[in-house]
């Protein structure tokens, strides 16, 4: 799996638990460090920078992120959107807007991450605000 791709999984993993129990982003970051450690392992598990990038700079940009994806998700407020979808995304968005990734790898990681981590229906409804939020984007 590349290096990546396993970062937005372990990214999407702490953003679940720091929404959903409303606790500091870096808390939420040490606490998947310590489901990683092994009381067998002497070493501490090594540093996932670009995890940290993503949870740390949604978490920061959370409210203008769910601002965009209020505005684009028809008929949805976000705190009725299961956990795991509302934050696919917000990463896919953050990457978008703030990390400069294309958005056409952004959208594709996002669709990744929601066939392993939500329902079908979800893929179709990520998909679209993604590709919403995309045209936006584009047009400014």
């Known amino acids: ?24 982003v870096d808390e939420a970051i040490r606490s998947f460090y310590e489901t990683l ?21 949604v978490a920061a940009a959370a409210p203008a992120i769910d ?3 209020q505005a684009k998700a028809e008929h949805w407020k976000l705190d009725r959107m299961p956990i795991v979808d509302r934050n696919i ?3 896919a968005i953050y990457e978008m807007t703030e ?3 294309p958005p056409a790898i952004a959208i594709d990681e996002a669709l990744e991450l929601a066939r392993h981590f939500s329902s079908d229906e979800s893929i ?6 993604l590709d919403a939020v995309n045209k936006e984007i584009l047009r400014t």
């Not at 590349?2 to 129990?21: E, K, Y």
């Open 67 to 69: 601002a965009r994806i």
């Open 37 to 57: 450690y092994s009381a067998e392992e002497e070493e501490s598990p090594a540093q996932d920078e670009f995890m940290e990038t993503l949870a740390k700079g």
């Open 99 to 101: 990390l400069g990734t």
């Open 1 to 24: 799996m590349p290096a990546r791709h396993r970062s937005r999984q372990r990214a999407l993993q702490v953003l679940f638990q720091w929404d959903s129990r409303r606790q500091p």
């Open 89 to 91: 995304l917000r990463l």
């Open 124 to 129: 179709a409804f990520i998909n679209g605000v």
